[in-house]
């Protein structure tokens, strides 16, 4: 309770910020509602603080286990990239203190071996497995990484926004050590690692993206993950007490859109 208060009386201070009188002026909610659904923190630009406060209930400790879910993608599918900057990271921002998400890099491409390394050749060319290598890298090394990620995959370019997205959101982290794991064997490594588990899966996967969720995939979970993740995580939480932006009623986005392995 005092998490919320104290939070509630930072979102007034948010709100009557000159700087920020835009992005309020739209809001049709009371501060105490801003973090009630998804759909009143986008209208009211408050995402990242509602990130914050969840974070913050979420070192807390949650009354259950929290919802694991695996995104197997790659660095340059479209649906990927919708499905993760548009339905996947807005939910992990509302529900991170129940939800685990995990994300590898890596989807339909194919690993080789050349002596002691590996050589990746992906689905969408050079470019993506450089896309993938990065981000695989700042997953390894920032706990700032999924922020990192939406930041690149929001972007025109994945590739060039990059090293500003490393900037933004994960300052301690200098590009020339995210280069660094890139262009050797750590990355190398970690890819491999990635392509294992990819490889791995049961049943094996067909398309990305690719959606496990408590470590089952169906055709029938990942068309709901795809339709109404919000929700569905919801209603996958067992604790005795759902988060309260799990009460308000929510849109949801329909989209189809894979790239199927080839």
């Not at 930072?10 to 501060?31: K, M």
């Not at 990484?145 to 959101?169: R, T």
Request: glycine share 4%; hydrophobic share 35%; aromatic share 8%.
């Amino acid at each position: 309770m005092k998490v919320l208060v104290l939070f509630i009386v930072t979102l007034w201070s948010f709100y009557s910020d000159s700087a920020h009188c835009t992005a309020a002026s739209s809001c049709s909610h009371s501060p105490a509602q801003w973090c009630s659904s998804l759909e009143s923190a986008i209208e009211c630009g408050v995402l990242k603080q509602c990130l914050e406060t969840n974070v913050t209930r979420s070192s807390r400790g949650a009354a259950a286990p929290a919802v694991q879910l695996e995104l197997y993608y790659e660095s340059l599918c479209g649906g990927c990239r919708h499905f993760l900057t548009q339905m996947l990271y807005p939910t992990w921002i509302m529900l991170a203190d129940i939800l685990n998400v995990t994300l590898v890099p890596y989807g339909n491409a194919k690993e080789t071996s050349e002596g002691q390394k590996y050589v990746y050749t992906c689905q969408h060319g050079p470019e993506e497995c450089l896309g993938n290598m990065i981000e695989t890298c700042v997953l390894h090394m920032s706990d700032s990484a999924f922020q990192v990620i939406n930041c690149m995959e929001s972007a025109a370019d994945v590739i060039k926004a990059a090293e500003p997205c490393v900037a933004l959101y994960s300052p301690a982290l200098s590009w020339d050590s995210v280069m660094s794991c890139v262009k050797g064997d750590l990355g190398n490594q970690l890819m491999h690692q990635n392509a294992l588990k990819t490889q791995s899966l049961k049943p094996p996967h067909t398309y990305v993206p690719w959606i496990t969720i408590n470590g089952e995939h169906t055709d029938e979970l990942e068309n709901k993950a795809m339709s109404y993740l919000y929700p569905l995580v919801c209603s996958m939480y067992k604790g005795p007490t759902a988060p309260e932006a799990c009460g308000a009623s929510k849109k949801t986005r329909r989209f189809r859109s894979y790239c199927p392995k080839e």
